[in-house]
């Protein structure tokens, strides 16, 4: 039997299975858990703002289009949830928007050192991420820990795909000028 997707889940909670909202919740806690922990840097919040995103996904369900993916629309949620949790904490606006010049982020094919470099880089993300701006920091959780590609980071943001090979660029250029160069070649 074929594993229902995520928006037929969606679909059947959307006609009143309400028991099906579960396995949204069962497919989605760890990794919002992690993207909630990388974000905001603070594990005491992130359980709390968690069940916040599977209360407010469960109130704006009818919302949801099942005719696209629901992976960026929870996302966006979650997106939402931790700027505003930031937003509370430090009482300073948060930018949404990179106001900077944007030059598309053009890539190479993979190679065997650009895989051993985004294991170091990944190393060094957990060590040195709190310290990264949220719109260096949030790109670059979606990109390394939740493994989503930049259509979908650009989704989740409501930014353009350019704008994420930016931030993604920018923000690994701040992590090497943070991390001592032992961090990164170990």
């Given at each position: 039997m074929k594993k229902e997707t995520d928006e037929e889940v969606a679909l059947r909670v959307q006609k009143g299975d309400t028991e099906a909202f579960g396995e949204l919740v069962e497919r989605y806690q760890d990794k919002l858990s992690r993207y909630a922990r990388k974000f905001l840097s603070d594990t005491d919040d992130a359980k709390d703002i968690v069940q916040d995103i599977f209360i407010k996904t469960y109130k704006n369900i009818q919302s949801f289009d099942a005719s696209r993916r629901f992976s960026p629309w929870i996302y966006r949620i979650a997106h939402n949830e931790f700027v505003n949790a930031l937003s509370k904490r430090s009482r300073a606006p948060l930018f949404q928007f990179d106001m900077d010049t944007i030059f598309p982020?053009?890539?190479?094919?993979?190679?065997a050192d650009d895989r051993a470099l985004d294991r170091s880089l990944r190393e060094t993300l957990e060590k040195y991420l709190s310290a990264l701006d949220v719109k260096y920091r949030e790109p670059l959780v979606l990109y390394y820990f939740e493994d989503m590609d930049y259509k979908t980071?650009?989704?989740v943001l409501h930014i353009p795909v350019s704008t994420v090979g930016v931030r993604i660029a920018r923000g690994k250029a701040l992590l090497q000028k943070m991390a001592k160069p032992q961090d990164i070649y170990e």
């Open positions: 982020h053009l890539t190479a094919a993979e190679s980071i650009a989704e």
